[in-house]
C-alpha cells in the first residue's frame, strides 16, 4: 500500500436512543479504507458538526494518513486559540478515525499499536439507581447477579432533583418534603438543595453495605452541586462505607479544596469529566490530588492526548476511569477499551448498555459479558457504522435549557 492520503472528511449525525450521537468517518485515497472517531457532544452536535465540516475537513484533505501526531499538533494549533471543548471534540473524531485508519492497514488492533495489552479485557461499572434504597438495593442484586461487580449508586432524594436518580422534583420543582427550605417557586429542571442531598446519599451508603454487605466496589457521583466546604466534610463522612471512589466532589474551578480533602481522608477520589484544558489536568496528577481521571477523552481532542494523559497519570499513581456515558458514542467506548487494554494503571470502564438499537447502527460494539468488555480483535477500533440504518434516526429537537436545575430560592446550581 502506497502513502494513503485523507481523501474525505464526513460528520455523521445520528440518535437511534436519548442521545445525539456524533462520529467522523475519514475515508483515504485507498479505495475501502476508511476510519471513524467519536466526536459525539451531545449538547452541542451541530457546533461540532461545523467545526469539522467547516475548518478542520478543508485543514486536512491531502495530509498523509499516516501523520497522525503532526496532525493533531497542527490542528490542535490552526486555529490559534485552543483547549476549547467543540475544537477537542471535532478534533477527536478525526483523530481516533486516523487510529481507525492505522490499524486496518497495520492488520492490528489500536492496542497492539499503543504497544500492546496489559490485560485481557476492561472491567466495567454500571448505574444501579431508583426512587428509594430498598429499590437502589434490588438493582444491586441485580447487577451483582449479572457478574457486575463495580456500582455506582445514586438514590432519588425525596421531594428534589438528583442527579442520577429520575422521579419526583425533576420537573415539577416541588421541594422542601425532607425539611428542606420550601422552593419560592417551580422550576423547570427542578429544584436541588444540598443537606437534604447528602442526608439522602449518606442513607443509601448505609442501607446498602448493611443489606448488601462489603463484596462489591461501591461507586458514587456527586456531580459537583454541593457548596465546597460540605463537599470536604462529605469526603470525611463516607470513608466509613469504603467507596471505590466519590466522583466529582467540586467543580473544577474550585478543585483546590481537593488538598483539604487529601489532608483529613483517604476517600478515592475521581474528577474531571468537565476538564477539557492541561491546565487544568497536570497538576491534579503531579500533586496526587485525584485517584481517578475521569476525562471525556472526545472533550480533550481523542486517543493522541489521552494515551499521553493515562502515561504521565502512571508515573504518579493515578488510574483512568475515562467518562462513558451514553452521551459517548459506541465508537468512543471502542477507543476507550483500547486505551484500557494497553493502559496499565488502569482503573474501571464506564459502560453505557447502549440498547438493541444503537448497537445495530453500530456493529462491532465492544460485548460485555461477566463484567468485563472484551474487544474482538478486529484491525483498528473494531467497529462500524450502518449509515444508512444511522440516516434513520435524525438527531432529534431538544430543549437545551430543560436541565437546568436551581436552589429552591431560584439561584443557578453548578453544573
Ligand atoms: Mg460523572
Redesign the pocket.
Known amino acids: 500500500m502506497s502513502d494513503p492520503k485523507i481523501r474525505d472528511i464526513r460528520t455523521i449525525l445520528t440518535q437511534p436512543d436519548n442521545n445525539a450521537l456524533t462520529v467522523v468517518k475519514v475515508e483515504t485515497t485507498e479505495p475501502g479504507l476508511y476510519g471513524l472517531g467519536c466526536a459525539t457532544y451531545d449538547r452541542q452536535p451541530f457546533t461540532v458538526k461545523t467545526a469539522v465540516d467547516e475548518y478542520l475537513r478543508p485543514f486536512l484533505i491531502g495530509r498523509s494518513v499516516s501523520d497522525i501526531e503532526d496532525i493533531w499538533q497542527s490542528a490542535n494549533v490552526s486555529s490559534y486559540w485552543r483547549n476549547g471543548t467543540v475544537l477537542g471534540d471535532a478534533l477527536s473524531g478525526v483523530d481516533q478515525a486516523l487510529w481507525d485508519i492505522k490499524g486496518k492497514m497495520a492488520d492490528m488492533p489500536v492496542y497492539d499499536l499503543l504497544g500492546g495489552r496489559a490485560r485481557e479485557a476492561a472491567a466495567v461499572y454500571v448505574h444501579p439507581s431508583g426512587p428509594d434504597n430498598e429499590a437502589v438495593e434490588d438493582q444491586v442484586r441485580a447487577y451483582i447477579e449479572q457478574g457486575f461487580h463495580y456500582l455506582r449508586v445514586q438514590v432519588e432524594t425525596p421531594g428534589y432533583q438528583t442527579y442520577g436518580a429520575q422521579g419526583a422534583g425533576e420537573v415539577s420543582g416541588r421541594a422542601g418534603t425532607m425539611g428542606g427550605p420550601r422552593a419560592v417557586t417551580a422550576w423547570r429542571g427542578g429544584i436541588f438543595e444540598p443537606r437534604p442531598y447528602m442526608n439522602s446519599a449518606l442513607s443509601l451508603f448505609d442501607h446498602l453495605r448493611s443489606k448488601v454487605g462489603w463484596d462489591f466496589e461501591m461507586l458514587h457521583?456527586v456531580?459537583e452541586r454541593i457548596p465546597a466546604i460540605d463537599g470536604v466534610w462529605l469526603a470525611k463522612e463516607v470513608e466509613q462505607y469504603r467507596l471505590f471512589f466519590l466522583?466529582?466532589l467540586f467543580t473544577p474551578e474550585d478543585q483546590d479544596y481537593f488538598r483539604q480533602v487529601r489532608e483529613i481522608c483517604t476517600t478515592p477520589i475521581a474528577m474531571g469529566?468537565l476538564w477539557s484544558n492541561p491546565h487544568e489536568i497536570i497538576p491534579m496528577v503531579r500533586d496526587r490530588l485525584v485517584d481517578y481521571i475521569?476525562i471525556h477523552v472526545s472533550r480533550v481532542g481523542g486517543l493522541t492526548p489521552c494515551r499521553k494523559y493515562a502515561a504521565l497519570s502512571e508515573m504518579f499513581g493515578v488510574r483512568t476511569v475515562w467518562?462513558g456515558p451514553s452521551g459517548t458514542s459506541p465508537v468512543g467506548h471502542a477507543a476507550n477499551l483500547m486505551l484500557e487494554l494497553n493502559t496499565w494503571n488502569f482503573g474501571v470502564h464506564e459502560w453505557a448498555v447502549f440498547p438493541e438499537r444503537t448497537r445495530e447502527v453500530f456493529p462491532g460494539s465492544p460485548e460485555v459479558r461477566d463484567g468485563h468488555m472484551w474487544p474482538n480483535g478486529k484491525p483498528g477500533l473494531g467497529i462500524d457504522m450502518d449509515e444508512k440504518l444511522a440516516a434513520k434516526y435524525p438527531i432529534q429537537e431538544r430543549d437545551m435549557f430543560r436541565e437546568l436545575v436551581r436552589r429552591a430560592d431560584g439561584a443557578i446550581v453548578r453544573p
Open positions: 457521583d456531580h466522583e466529582d469529566e475521569r467518562h
